[in-house]
């Protein structure tokens, strides 16, 4: 029987696919271009007709959850797709300049980690958990470039985000907040809304996590 088919897929070969599929679909997205199943299975998976429905549903859901951009049928015969923003923000459509990826996503997680620690987010809080999604200080990153820059100048210019230093800090220690933009584009029920959505979305995407998984994930949390 063919390699190509089902269980003899190795778990490395699927995640190049997912991989492939995630750089794939934001650039159909700039150039405001549809995309369909046959081109992605002849572009991107190489014909595997299999594991199209899981690849395709956990790149769908790491695009959501990281830019801010929904994956949506629109010829259900035909498979054809078209990706929509859906957070409201227009940071996107400040910072895209033709290139620039979408990162609307990436804000939001932000703003719900300051949602979680009563409003003002530790920068060590926020650097750890970028980390775990693959986004480190110091490093560029292909989607968001060198993230200390994103979030302590360029976020803090457009107004989404206050980066100051925690009142009687020695040695000084520093904090994130909601700026002012961020109040007026969006609401903490929105982001609530948005992050259920994605959790909602991660569960049918995914399978499910053992206990020991799913405990250290929530930790992370």
């Known amino acids: 029987s063919s390699v190509a088919t089902g269980e003899f897929l190795s778990p490395e070969a699927l995640k190049e696919m997912k991989a492939n599929l995630i750089k794939f679909l934001p650039f159909k997205y700039l150039a405001k271009e549809l995309t369909s199943q046959a081109e992605i299975l002849k572009k991107v998976l190489r014909d595997n007709q299999e594991h199209f429905p899981v690849v395709f549903s956990q790149a769908s859901h790491c695009l959501e959850l990281v830019c801010g951009v929904e994956v949506k049928e629109v010829d259900p015969r035909e498979h054809i797709y078209i990706m929509v923003p859906n957070l409201g923000l227009t940071c996107d459509v400040m910072l895209s300049s033709g290139q620039s990826m979408p990162k609307a996503g990436l804000l939001v997680l932000i703003l719900s980690l300051i949602m979680q620690n009563g409003d003002r987010a530790p920068e060590e809080k926020v650097w750890g958990a970028l980390s775990r999604l693959g986004v480190c200080v110091g490093s560029v990153h292909c989607v968001f470039g060198e993230p200390r820059t994103l979030l302590t100048h360029v976020w803090v210019q457009e107004g989404y985000l206050e980066y100051r230093q925690v ?18 584009e969006t609401s903490k029920r929105e982001v609530m809304a948005f992050l259920l959505r994605i959790k909602e979305r991660a569960s049918r995407a995914f399978p499910p996590l053992s206990a020991e998984a799913a405990r250290e994930e929530d930790e992370a949390a």
Not at 167 to 184: D, I, M, N, Q, V
């Open 167 to 184: 009142p009687y800090s020695y040695p000084a220690r520093y904090e994130f907040l909601w700026g002012p933009r961020a109040y007026a």
